[in-house]
């Protein structure tokens, strides 16, 4: 592997922001409509959390280059089987590869921590984050359309599934 995961810290949600920030401002990967308060990232980016946790992603060198997380996919107990990740890559380093090599290695913590089954969220036109997650061999399990809309656009959302085995 290139690439390491580092726990993400508090001071680390600066660089987070800079990242979501500019994938809000020219992109439909993200459903963000205007930039993001470090306030609000610490309500969904899980630090110091029991279950849930989030990493920067760091190349062989040592520099950042994105952040990754999974997280709870939604309040109802039931729910505790299951996670949803999410890969952002600065825009300076993505198609290198790196997003599968975090996404490998995120996946491994998952399954460690006994989680069954790791959901994905992707915009349908989100080609790179499609391919990252199909070669991966994630399966599209949902396409809801019409469901989002930002520049002027209706949105649709594909949800993607992996299905832990042991
Ligand atoms: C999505 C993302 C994490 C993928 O990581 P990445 O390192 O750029 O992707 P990789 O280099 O690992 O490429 C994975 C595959 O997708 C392909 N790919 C990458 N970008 C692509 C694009 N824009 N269109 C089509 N295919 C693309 C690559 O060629 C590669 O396929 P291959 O192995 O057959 O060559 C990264 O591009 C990113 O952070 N994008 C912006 C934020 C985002 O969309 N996050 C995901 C939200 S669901």
Redesign the pocket.
Known sequence: MRIKLVELQESDLLYVKE?YDY?TEH?T??YFLSPISVEDLKSFIPINDEKYRSYIICTETGEKC?FCYYSRFKPREAYNVSVEV??????D???????????KIIEKIIRKNGFKTII????SE????????E?AEYTRSAHLKEVAEKFNKKLDVMFYQKILSF
């Open positions: 990242i994938y992109t990967s993200v994105g999410t890969i952002y890559l600065h825009p380093y993505t198609g290198k590869g790196y997003g599968k090599e975090a996404l994905a969220l992707v915009d989100n080609h790179g984050s499609i391919r990252m997650f070669e």
